[in-house]
C-alpha cells in the first residue's frame, strides 16, 4: 500500500473550515484513500473514503486531486471536540496491512 | 452491540512475565488485527488474522504471539515481556466490503507498562 504525507500539526478556529492536506503521490489506481481519527487515545474511528471523486458526509468532505497525488479531509464547521490527530490512509480492497502514519495533530481553538 | 471490546484495560508487568491480552467482536466481522501504539506515534501492525483459522504478522511481530479462538476472539500473547513492549495496544475489527468501503472498528486499547 502506497505511503502518505501529511503535516504534523494544524490549529484551527472553532466554528471555520479545517483543511487537512494529504500527500499521497504514490498511490496506485485500485486504492481508496481513507481518514481515520482518533481523539484523546482512543481507538481510531473512520471519517470517511473516497476512490476518485469528492465524497461528503455527515462528518465531513474528501477532496481528491484529478491525478489522485493528494487529498484533503474538510472539517466544514470545525468545533472543540474535533481536537484529534487525523490519519490519512491509502489501501486497496481487500488489502490487511493497514499503514497508519503519525498524522496530523488538529488544535481547535476558541 | 458491544463492537470491539478489549481486556484489560490497563496492566503492568515486571520484565520476563508473561500476560494475553483479549479482544472480542460480536459484529461478525471475518478479519481481526492487533495494533500497538507507542507515544506521539501511528498505530503499528503487530498480527492479523484474515479469518478464522488464519493468522499472519504486521509490521512489529516480534515478541507476540496470537491465536484466533473462533470468529469473535483473537487474543495477543506476551511471553516474556520486555520495557520496549510498554506500549498501548489496539485491537480491531473490519467490516465486510461494501461500495469499495472496509470500515476497521477500533476496541478502547489496553495500555501495558513493562517495568
Known amino acids: 500500500d502506497a505511503k502518505t504525507t501529511q503535516p504534523p500539526s494544524m490549529d484551527c478556529a472553532e466554528g471555520r473550515a479545517a483543511n487537512l492536506p494529504c500527500n499521497h503521490s504514490?498511490?496506485?489506481?485500485?486504492?481508496?484513500v481513507y481518514w481515520y481519527r482518533q481523539i484523546h487515545s482512543q481507538g481510531p474511528q473512520y471519517i470517511i473514503h473516497?476512490?476518485?471523486n469528492n465524497e461528503t458526509n455527515e462528518m465531513a468532505s474528501l477532496i481528491i486531486t484529478e491525478d489522485r497525488k493528494s487529498s484533503t479531509l474538510i472539517l466544514p464547521h470545525a468545533t472543540l471536540r474535533d481536537t484529534a490527530v487525523y490519519y490519512c490512509?491509502?489501501?486497496?480492497?481487500?488489502?490487511?496491512?493497514?499503514?497508519f502514519g503519525a498524522g496530523t495533530r488538529l488544535f481547535v481553538k476558541a | 452491540n458491544a463492537g470491539v471490546t478489549q481486556t484489560p484495560k490497563f496492566q503492568v508487568l515486571k520484565t520476563g512475565q508473561s500476560m494475553t491480552l483479549q479482544c472480542a467482536q460480536d459484529?461478525?466481522?471475518?478479519?481481526m488485527y492487533w495494533y500497538r501504539q507507542d507515544p506521539g506515534m501511528g498505530l503499528r501492525l503487530i498480527y492479523y488474522?484474515?479469518?478464522?483459522?488464519?493468522?499472519d504478522k504486521g509490521e512489529v511481530p516480534n515478541g507476540y504471539n496470537v491465536s484466533r479462538l473462533n470468529k469473535r476472539e483473537f487474543s495477543l500473547r506476551l511471553e516474556s515481556a520486555a520495557p520496549s513492549q510498554t506500549s498501548v495496544y489496539f485491537c480491531?475489527?473490519?467490516?465486510?466490503?461494501?461500495?469499495?468501503?472496509?470500515?476497521?472498528?477500533f476496541g478502547p486499547g489496553t495500555r501495558l507498562l513493562v517495568l
Open positions: 490512509i491509502v489501501k486497496r480492497t481487500g488489502g490487511f496491512k493497514t499503514i
Open positions: 488474522s484474515a479469518s478464522e483459522g488464519t493468522t
Open positions: 504514490t498511490i496506485s489506481g485500485n486504492e481508496y
Open positions: 480491531a475489527s473490519t467490516s465486510p466490503i461494501k461500495g469499495g468501503r472496509e470500515t476497521q472498528y
Open positions: 473516497g476512490l476518485k
Open positions: 459484529m461478525n466481522h471475518n478479519s
